[in-house]
């Protein structure tokens, strides 16, 4: 079991940055046994894959979308996770979820598992 715990989301004019982080608390395995992952969705949209990292950090995956702007990190030792966004646009906008699974590609199974969300808002 792990839970996951966002935090950074806010309000940003186009062109900002924002760094999300989702803490972890697991119990069972240890943190550095998940591949983590970022998705997000937007109102009225389904929710799409972000950015995806392995369990050492020494690979990571990244939406088209987002590639170039945004850099997903962790740190074991702290049981976290991050999101820097730069450049933001408008259609970054969404609520970004943490993910902890056995894929780092955004590939989703039944017994992952998510954290409740973070609302990020780029306005134009």
Same mark, same amino acid.
């Given at each position: 079991q792990v839970q996951l715990v966002e935090s950074g989301g806010g309000l940003v004019q186009a062109g900002g940055s924002l760094r999300l982080s989702c803490a972890a608390s !697991? =119990? #069972?395995r240890t943190f550095s046994s998940y591949e983590m992952n970022w998705f997000r969705q937007a109102p009225g949209k389904e929710r799409?894959? +972000?950015a995806g990292i392995s369990w050492s950090g020494g690979s990571t995956y990244? !939406? /088209? =979308? +987002? &590639? #170039? *702007?945004?850099?997903? =990190? *962790? /740190? @074991? !030792? &702290? @049981?976290?996770v991050y999101l820097q966004m730069n450049s933001l646009k408008p259609e970054d906008t969404a609520v970004y979820y943490c993910h902890a699974g056995s894929s780092w590609s955004g590939v989703i199974?039944? /017994?992952d598992f998510w954290g409740q969300g973070t609302q990020v808002t780029v306005s134009s």
């Open positions: !697991a =119990s #069972g799409e894959f +972000v990244y !939406a /088209d =979308s +987002v &590639k #170039g *702007r945004f850099t997903i =990190s *962790r /740190d @074991n !030792a &702290k @049981n976290t199974h039944p /017994d």
